[in-house]
């Protein structure tokens, strides 16, 4: 799908996004680094996404641009996304969000990055570099300048498989992985949580996850959001209380399912330790009360900050 003088592909999904695809797709021609192939695919829109789509692809000459055929079918975010990703055939892969906008260093931030870890461990190790973003609203407005600081994440100290199957610090839109990665990974199980969190897990069971702390993209906060940046203050910690623990329960539980479909994936490939963590995660619905929080403990299954793991041993089957 990519030719030779393209070293790095961008995976962008599109559904429903001609409200903000135009400032994202300017901001790859904004990149300092120029040396990469858009591949994308429109997930049946009901606007104008895919005309955008081609508008900048007719703008973009030599294949620059590769726009997946979709034939009207309407796959949903993970199968988009797989996809995309099966189309990239690149040394590293960007994945992009539609309603972003990208920094003009980031390519080149990223590329230096993994090249570098590359270098001192191989090409065939899977490896996803992901960094932080600034936050913005619809209009564009910077709401915070670190989404990680902004939700009192710590992506940085949360890297090993326990804190990773029970909280996601990995956005897609601010990563890159290596073949060896895609490789690994694809295709994605349709019923996992998201698509980033099954890579985040497949490069920290089977490589190397590593984290930029710089802003290299501009997420934007909207109403459409499939996963919101919320600020997670007392304010935040009351309403959740207030509201009930269902919401809460069900992310864990849709976690489980995660752990367990990537045990059933994994299983022969992991470490001895690393299957007993990843057993036991996925485990803890078919534990009653007691029995599943003394295993919670047992294997130290935290979340970033005391009030998030409290939460989610409260709210633990």
């Known amino acids: 799908m990519n030719n ?4 790095i592909d961008i995976a ?9 695809l135009p400032e994202f797709l300017e901001s790859l021609d904004r990149q300092s680094d120029q040396n990469w192939q858009l591949i994308c695919r429109d997930d049946a829109s009901q606007d104008n996404s895919l005309d955008i789509l081609r508008d900048f692809q007719k703008n973009h000459p030599d294949g620059k641009v590769v726009i997946i055929p979709s034939n009207g079918e309407n ?9 995309v990703l099966l189309k990239c055939g690149s040394p590293y892969i960007l994945l992009a969000d539609q309603d972003d906008i990208w920094l003009p260093e980031k390519i080149a931030l990223m590329r230096e990055q993994i090249t570098l870890i590359e270098q001192e461990i191989g090409n065939k190790v899977p490896i996803l570099v992901h960094s932080d973003s600034e936050i913005i609203d619809a209009g564009g407005k910077r709401i915070s300048k670190s989404l990680h600081r902004h939700q ?4 940085a100290e949360k890297t090993n498989l326990k ?3 029970v909280q996601n610090t990995v956005s897609g839109c601010t990563a890159i992985i290596n073949q060896a990665l895609s490789q690994k990974a694809l295709p994605i199980p349709d019923k996992v949580k998201m698509h980033d969190w099954w890579l985040a897990l497949t490069a920290v069971a089977a490589g190397r996850l590593e ?9 934007r906060q909207h109403d459409e959001n499939r996963e919101g940046a919320f600020c997670y203050n007392p304010g935040y910690i009351f309403k959740t209380f207030i509201n009930g623990l269902s919401p809460l329960k069900e992310k864990i539980r849709t976690g489980q399912h995660q752990a367990k479909l990537f045990f059933d994936r994994f299983e022969k490939e992991l470490s001895e330790a690393d299957r007993k963590i990843v057993e ?3 485990s803890l619905p078919s534990k009653g009360f007691l029995a599943s929080r003394f295993i919670a403990a047992k294997y130290k299954f935290h979340k970033s900050g005391i009030c998030r793991t409290a939460g989610f041993y409260l709210a633990l089957k």
Request: no cysteine; aromatic share 14%; charged share 20%.
């Open 4 to 7: 030779d003088r393209k070293s």
């Open 12 to 20: 962008l999904a599109v559904y429903n996004g001609a409200r903000f």
């Open 75 to 83: 796959l949903g975010v993970i199968n988009n996304f797989n996809s």
């Open 152 to 155: 009192k994440l710590h992506p």
């Open 163 to 165: 804190n990773l199957l």
């Open 211 to 219: 984290y930029l702390d710089k802003p290299l993209v501009k997420y």
């Open 280 to 282: 036991a995660y996925s």
